[in-house]
């Protein structure tokens, strides 16, 4: 657990954050489906695709926008300080993309 290793006092505030969650695939049980939405995928593009019932890379990257935004407003003309974002996969690289 990351908040361990930091004093107590260095920590101001922690909260959990969905637009940082991961790409969301939908529910895929099916081998046919899992078959389908690949082939699919390749037609349109990795970044494009919409997995049924899931996100396409594109949503993924609307909500780290967003969340950009609200972090850049939330400390406008705050003291600077450090930001720790735990977060992984797709949603990571298109973090550090933006």
Same mark, same amino acid.
């Given at each position: 657990?990351?908040?361990?290793?930091?004093?107590?006092?260095?920590?101001?505030?922690?909260?959990?954050?969905?637009?940082?969650?991961?790409?969301? /695939?939908?529910?895929?049980?099916?081998?046919?489906?899992?078959?389908?939405?690949?082939?699919?995928?390749?037609?349109?593009?990795?970044? /494009?695709?919409?997995?049924?019932?899931?996100?396409?890379?594109?949503?993924?990257?609307?909500?780290?926008?967003? /969340?950009?935004?609200?972090?850049?407003?939330?400390?406008?003309?705050?003291?600077?300080?450090?930001?720790?974002?735990?977060?992984?996969?797709?949603?990571?690289?298109?973090?550090?993309?933006?």
């Amino acid at each position: 657990y990351m908040l361990h290793a930091l004093d107590a006092d260095q920590v101001v505030v922690v909260r959990e954050e969905p637009r940082v969650a991961e790409q969301q /695939f939908g529910n895929l049980q099916d081998l046919e489906t899992i078959w389908r939405s690949k082939v699919e995928r390749r037609k349109y593009g990795r970044f /494009f695709y919409r997995f049924p019932d899931g996100e396409a890379g594109l949503d993924v990257y609307s909500r780290i926008s967003s /969340f950009i935004g609200t972090l850049r407003r939330d400390h406008v003309g705050s003291v600077p300080h450090d930001v720790v974002i735990v977060t992984h996969g797709l949603a990571l690289r298109l973090f550090l993309m933006r």
